[in-house]
């Protein structure tokens, strides 16, 4: 699902300019890819989005996101099958997966409008200031999350921590690789600060870890990084709220007295 949907966001990347329109179609695009392989990874979004975010137009990105894959496969199931074996006497139904249940097809079509509403509102943001990473593609994931699955997702009820969570591991990430410069150990470091951010605040949100390697991608990596970061989740932290505050009055309405 994310090799197909970085061909596409690189195929739109060499064919159109960074538009609102652009991002909103190639969104879309991606929601359809994720749809049709029945896989609803929601991060496919993210890989297919990069490309136009970053203007990467080379074929080598699509290419590396399968190799890399690949090998995470050949790490991740030789040790799931180690675990079965060590654990086979827990219960693996017992308990419900969060993340299994955010892979699971959003319920009804309620969140269409919210999330379209707030990726096109972004969108221009991003557009007409110039600040591309205002709607940076971890961002259109946590909100996909959020709005498709407002009861279950883990970060969807702590709008503060998430937004804490995206400044800090920005800010991680931006003076990792400022200090180290765009290799292993700067990568090292931003994933490990990322989940001693996520730690300390108790939160479980796994894409916020991509946050933190964005600037060993971006060509030259300021203090804008971290500061569009944190206006984009500023942003959606607002939407979500206005969201559950509107949703919770139209319960209310409906409620018999």
């Known amino acids: 699902t994310r090799s197909v949907a970085a061909v596409a966001g690189v195929w739109t990347t ?15 695009g991606c ?21 136009l975010v970053l203007g990467i137009e080379s074929w ?15 790490i991740l199931l030789p040790w799931q ?40 509102t972004m969108a221009l943001c991003a557009a007409g200031s110039g600040l ?12 996909y999350a959020m709005f ?8 969807a009820g702590k709008p503060i921590a998430l937004l804490a969570a995206c400044s800090l591991i920005s800010t991680a990430g931006w003076i990792a690789v400022s200090l180290w410069g765009k290799g292993g150990f700067a990568a090292g470091c931003a994933v490990v600060l990322g989940i001693i951010v996520l730690r300390a605040l ?11 390697l964005l600037p060993l991608v971006i060509v030259s990596p300021g203090i804008e990084f971290p500061v569009s970061v944190t206006v984009g989740a500023a942003a959606l932290t ?20």
């Open 14 to 28: 060499r064919q159109f300019p960074y538009h609102f329109l652009t991002v909103v179609g190639l969104v879309t």
């Open 31 to 51: 929601l359809l890819v994720v749809a049709a392989l029945k896989s609803n990874t929601a991060p496919a979004i993210a890989a297919g989005v990069l490309p």
């Open 60 to 74: 080598v990105y699509p290419a590396s996101i399968a190799v890399s894959l690949v090998v995470l496969l050949c």
């Open 81 to 120: 099958r180690y675990c079965r074996r060590r654990y086979q006497s827990a219960d693996a139904t017992a308990a419900t997966n969060l993340d299994d249940i955010l892979e699971t097809p959003p319920g009804g079509r309620g969140w269409i409008v919210p999330f379209y509403a707030f990726v096109t």
């Open 132 to 143: 591309r990473l205002l709607l940076f593609p971890p961002l259109i994931v946590i909100a």
């Open 148 to 155: 498709a699955h407002p009861g279950t997702c883990p970060w």
């Open 202 to 212: 108790k939160f479980h949100m796994p894409p916020a870890l991509a946050i933190g």
């Open 238 to 257: 607002l939407a979500y709220l206005i969201y559950r505050r509107l949703n919770m009055r139209s319960a209310q309405c409906q409620t018999p007295n």
